[in-house]
Structures are given as structure tokens and as C-alpha cells.
């Protein structure tokens, strides 16, 4: 299979699964953000009207999803993307009235504290959220009882000796997957526990996308053969992973 179009098509994901797999592959970022949006909201409870901070939201791909399918105002909110360039997405997509494009810095967000039902995060919270004292600033924006709720790439188990040699040997494609930054992928587990401990947040869900793997392999593939990948392809990598070590970790709390 090299459609696009069949390539992101999912059953677990059937309505990222409607969209435009031209337009999902040119605004891309990284792993499908619909496929991971729609993941993480099935764990979360969005309604219609609700206030929601899409933090780290790249090209608003997740911003315009979740204002469609769920009717919710959303705020995309992004650090590398001029807002004007989503404001331009947004409005092709007639949703000007429902989501609004700021630039923002995850450490100087400029909203009034309780004003979000609920915070989501694709695929951005491990360039930030690490910091042991980050989530400690992030709650205090969504009100008591809302939620936020992440997914990020991750480990499947975590490892402290030598990094395992499929993951950082150059592929034939040039690249190499393991840099520096891969230090902040982690399990389930571990972000659980990052968040659990702080007292600031219930944990309801910390778990890992089944076939995760096979996820990011139909995605690596098809962004190869829609030419619109700006790294080498992982699929080396990936395959020789099988999942072992890599796939795709989603968190949602509800703000004590
Ligand atoms: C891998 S991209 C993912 C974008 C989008 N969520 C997606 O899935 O297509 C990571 C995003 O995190 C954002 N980001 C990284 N550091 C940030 C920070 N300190 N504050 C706000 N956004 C940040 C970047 O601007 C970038 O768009």
C-alpha cells in the first residue's frame, strides 16, 4: 500500500481518518496529529463550548480537528509557527469563530488562571514539561476539575545504560534517530509518577497506543511517499524496533 489516503486511514481513528491526507502531510510536524489527537480524546471529555489550550499546536492540524468534531473554542498556541500562518489555516477551514492563533511560550502564557475546561498536548509537552516544575505552572491555567491531557512519543520501557544500538546507528536513509533531545522520551510509567507525585493533578489515564509502531511505520510511509518529509526516513529504525522501545504514550489528569 502507498496511497496516502489508505495509509492514514485507521478504524481506531475514524474521524481523523476523514481528513485530507494531502492536507494532514503538508502541515505536518511529526507523527499523524490527528491520529494522536483523536487517541488522546477518547480518553478526555470534551463538549461542545468548552475552553480549550492546544499547547505546542505546530500548524493547528489538532486545533481545527477538535473545534470540528467537538464544537469546542479552542486556542492553538505555538512557539516556531506564526500565528498569522495558522490564522490563514484556520480560516480556510471556517472555523475563525472557534479557534484562536497566538504565539505563546510554554513558561509565559499569557491567560487568566482557571480560564480552560480542559489543556491538551501533541506531541510538544516532552520539549517542556519534563522540568519537574513545570506542570506545578501549567495547571493553574485550566479550572479546578478540568483536565489536561497529553501524548507524546515514548519508550515502551525505560534503559540507563548505553542507548540500544538499533536506535542510534545511522540508517541507509543518512539519518540517525537517537540525538541528544531522545532523552526525554519515556514510558507511561514514568510520567505517571512525574505527574502523580506533585499532588497537583489525579492521574485517570497513562498508557501506551496499542501497534503504536506500526503507527509510526504507516506514517513514515506515507510521508515518503507524499515527499513530504523534512528529516531522512526512520523506517529502518522503526522496523528493527518493532516496538520494543518506541511508540506513543498519552496522559490525562483532572486538575485536583
Ligand atoms: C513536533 S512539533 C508538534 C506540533 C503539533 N502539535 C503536531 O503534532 O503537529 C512540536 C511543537 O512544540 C512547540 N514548542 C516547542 N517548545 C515550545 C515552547 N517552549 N513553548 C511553546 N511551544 C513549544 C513547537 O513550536 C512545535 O510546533
Redesign the pocket.
Known sequence: MTNPQELLHDPRFLRASTYDAEWILE?????N?LW??EWLVQAMDLRRGMRVL??????A??SIFLAREFGVQVWA?????PPTENWARIQAQELGERVYPLR????ALPFAEGFFDAIV????YA??GTDDLYLSYLHRFVREGGSIGIVVPGLMREFDGPVPEHLARRQASGGVFWGPDCWSLHTADWWRHHWARTGLVEVEVADTLEGGIDLWRRWDQAVQASGAGHFPSDAEVLEADGGRYLGFVRMVARRA
Open positions: 502541515n505536518q510536524m511529526g507523527p496529529a494522536l489527537t492546544d499547547l505546542g499546536c505546530g500548524k492540524l489538532s498556541a505555538d512557539l516556531w509557527i505563546a511560550e510554554a513558561h498536548c501533541v506531541d510538544a520539549y517542556f
